[in-house]
């Protein structure tokens, strides 16, 4: 053991106080640490200390002198940290042993005050709280709003390119790329909406639950809530410093998020193969093949289709580290960070992804144009022209339309492109006025339902989705 390990040991015994004699053994100083990964809230965790240590102060349980070297103390070893010059140790077990520990080293037995009133499992619950608002939930919020800005820039440059709309995979009924778009916009929006919805849950204040019953001293939770801006203390010790709900929430709103990813980045996948070609990936968001020269590969929009297992996995496990916890705080809590920092990590990578591939992404709108009539997807309007002109109900006009279209098949050629005579031998109140209903076009300028795909609704929704999501 080096001697600085065994020192910080030394020191960790301090904090546990006197009733353990020998270090802990290697094996479970290693399966113990969460050192390793919970130093990323540090900066909570300094926050939360400096608020506390404020309000020890106010209510006269600790001398506001030892206050005051308490919070410079934390403000210095915050500046080491970012600095790079902090040393964290396992010995310490966690970023709040580490923290205490150094401020001792720095300021001497006043540190050992901090503590008053207050147990690592409410400064845990505090600090992992206001992580998941202040980084987690701020940082898919702004994610997907740039997302969203993408997608609205593209539906506005394409609310009135013509693509074939599907169900099942089979071309369905011509749609604009634009309303297609703007689908996906009200997907993240959703997201943004279950981001903003955990963001008011998760914004009670644990602090002061001290280890699991409160505490008798004169503390002053209002003023410790409103100091690390939530809005309210919690109103119940015990559920305080055992509830992990929003992180649960959170890894909730990011697998869905991860759902919308995947979907989107599958269509990706479709559109820019050599089979589709409706769209081109930019080479910034494509690699080629080792082996065989012409290809590019959507790389990126994989990768993202693929990360929702990952992510999705982080909520199971951490859905599974909570099952069946007795109140209150068990060390089965502790392993909630990981999932909740890697989920972040991978789903902030996605969307910035796929907001570069979207903003970057070149659309062949004659392809698309092209594809948009094959496969008969204007039988409905002929359908639906049958019962506005002729006044058929909708069921016959539907066989009369399964003829056509069996003509066309038996011709090689589209609905259009058949003659007035053999529409005629089908139904013989047809005229020339259906070819009008015939066309891609007015198909989709006919579909002005609110929420349809004409390019004039389009051209309203994206102003609409402009003021919803961008304000
Ligand atoms: N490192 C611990 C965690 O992440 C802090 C709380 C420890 N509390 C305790 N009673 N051992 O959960």
Redesign the pocket.
């Known amino acids: 053991m080096t001697d600085k390990n065994a020192t910080d040991q030394k020191n960790a015994n301090a904090l546990w106080g006197g009733r353990f004699e020998a270090g802990p053994s290697a094996i479970m100083e290693e399966i113990n640490a969460?050192i390793g990964f919970?130093k990323r809230l540090y900066a909570q965790d300094i926050q939360g200390s400096k608020a506390h240590c404020a309000m020890l102060v106010k209510q006269k349980i600790i001398p506001a002198e030892d206050g005051d070297k308490i919070a410079t103390g934390l403000d210095q070893i915050l500046q080491e940290i970012e600095s790079g010059n902090f040393t964290f140790s396992a010995a310490l077990?966690?970023i709040?042993m580490n923290v205490e520990s150094r401020l001792r080293e720095l300021i001497g037995p006043a540190a050992g005050r901090l503590h008053t009133a207050r147990?690592?499992?409410d400064?845990?619950a505090t600090d992992f709280k206001l992580w998941v608002r202040d980084v987690a939930l701020t940082d898919l919020d702004v994610g997907l709003k740039g997302l969203q800005e993408a997608l609205i820039n593209q539906a506005g440059s394409h609310a009135n390119t013509i693509m074939p709309g599907f169900t099942h995979l089979q071309a369905a009924q011509p749609v604009t790329f634009g309303h297609h778009m703007l689908a996906y916009v009200e997907m993240f929006g959703r997201d943004r909406g279950r981001v903003a919805d955990c963001r008011t849950r998760v914004n009670e204040n644990p602090l002061g639950s001290a280890?699991l019953a409160g505490t008798p001293y004169p503390i002053d939770r209002h003023m410790t809530a409103s100091a690390l801006g939530f809005d309210r203390p919690t109103a119940n010790s015990l559920d305080a410093v055992s509830d992990r709900d929003f992180a649960l929430e959170y890894l909730n709103a990011a697998s869905i998020t991860a759902m919308h990813l995947s979907r989107l980045a599958e269509e990706m996948v479709i559109w820019c193969s050599a089979q589709f070609k409706f769209v081109g990936m930019s080479d910034k968001f494509s690699t080629g093949s080792s082996i065989m020269p012409q290809k590019r590969n959507p790389d990126a929009a994989e990768l993202i289709r693929s990360k929702i297992g990952r992510i999705v996995g982080c909520y199971n496990s951490l859905m599974l580290s909570m099952k069946g916890l007795p109140l209150a705080?068990s060390?089965d809590?502790?392993e909630?960070?990981e999932p909740v920092f890697e989920a972040h990590d991978h789903l902030g990578l996605c969307v910035a992804a796929m907001t570069g591939m979207i903003a970057d992404m070149k659309v062949h709108k004659d392809n698309m144009r092209a594809a948009a009539g094959a496969g008969y997807t204007t039988a409905t309007d002929l359908a639906d022209w049958l019962v506005a002109e002729l006044g058929m109900p909708f069921r016959d006009a539907h066989h009369v339309v399964g003829s056509t279209v069996k003509l066309a098949e038996t011709k090689g050629c589209d609905l259009d492109q058949l003659s007035l005579e053999d529409l005629q031998a089908i139904e013989p109140r047809i005229t020339k006025a259906v070819y009008d209903v015939l066309t891609v076009e007015a198909s989709v300028a006919a579909r002005q339902s609110f929420g349809g795909t004409a390019p004039v609704r389009v051209t309203e929704s994206v102003k609409a989705a402009k003021e919803r999501f961008l304000k």
């Open positions: 969460s919970d077990e966690d709040h147990s690592r499992n400064q845990v280890a705080y060390k809590m502790q909630d960070k």
